[in-house]
T-cell receptor, first 115, second 111 residues
Framework: KAGVTQTPRYLIKTRGQQVTLSCSPI?????VSWYQQTPGQGLQFLFE???????NKGNFPGRFSGRQFSNSRSEMNVSTLELGDSALYLC??????????????FGSGTRLTVV | TQLLEQSPQFLSIQEGENLTVYCNSS?????LQWYRQEPGEGPVLLVT?????EVKKLKRLTFQFGDARKDSSLHITAAQPGDTGLYLC???????????FGTGTRLTIIP
């Protein structure tokens, strides 16, 4: 079955611009989570959506937002880009309730470079 | 704030040797997962452990969840070049779909 698809794979933006990243989860997975990965901070949780509702949010400024559509596809948006937003943005889908032993399936990520 | 510290941060060993990677926290987790990530790709789930004291084996990899559900270890026997990658532990929060990722261990196996 198809994996998690993230588009685009690479993106270069200028400071002050905004960007939208897309994620299509595995068919049947209703939970979609977003993470930011940088060399200095590792993987940091951004937010998680389930059935079009944001259930959890990490400690990121309001410039970072997301949404989920009825087909479980998700987008995240970053407005007023800063140099420090340069990172690998990873989307992960899962069956709900990680504590029951389910795990994430990650996409290959979108590499965002802000110049 | 939950934190997961992994040690060592970097490890470079010869093919055929054994190694152990540690993942420690002062917080209790509902589950503990291990992932391996290769350059330019997302992390790939290796295993999930959910019971304190649980041990799982995946071929040459042995994973253990601490009795108190605060720590975990990954042991690799007879390491191979294909084991090279960034190993990440991740703790699950009770009733919450958020994972807290560890700081990572970058493993290099030298042929």
């Amino acid at each position: 079955k198809a994996g998690v698809t993230q588009t685009p794979r690479y993106l270069i933006k200028t400071r002050g611009q905004q960007v939208t990243l897309s994620c299509s989860p595995i068919s049947g997975h209703r939970s979609v989570s977003w993470y930011q990965q940088t060399p200095g901070q590792g993987l940091q949780f951004l937010f998680e959506y389930f059935s079009e509702t944001q259930r959890n949010k990490g400690n990121f400024p309001g410039r970072f937002s997301g949404r989920q559509f009825s087909n479980s596809r998700s987008e995240m948006n970053v407005s007023t880009l800063e140099l420090g937003d340069s990172a690998l943005y990873l989307c992960a889908s899962s069956l709900s309730l990680l504590e029951r032993g389910n795990g994430y399936t990650f996409g290959s990520g979108t590499r965002l470079t802000v110049v | 704030t939950q934190l997961l510290e992994q040690s060592p941060q970097f490890l470079s060993i010869q093919e055929g040797e054994n190694l152990t990677v540690y993942c420690n926290s002062s917080s209790v987790f509902s589950s503990l997962q291990w992932y391996r990530q290769e350059p330019g790709e997302g992390p790939v789930l290796l295993v999930t452990v959910v019971t304190g004291g649980e041990v799982k084996k995946l071929k040459r990899l042995t994973f253990q969840f601490g009795d108190a559900r605060k720590d975990s270890s990954l042991h690799i026997t007879a390491a191979q070049p294909g084991d090279t990658g960034l190993y990440l532990c991740a703790g699950g929060d009770f009733g919450n779909e958020k994972l807290t990722f560890g700081t990572g261990t970058r493993l290099t196996i030298i042929p």
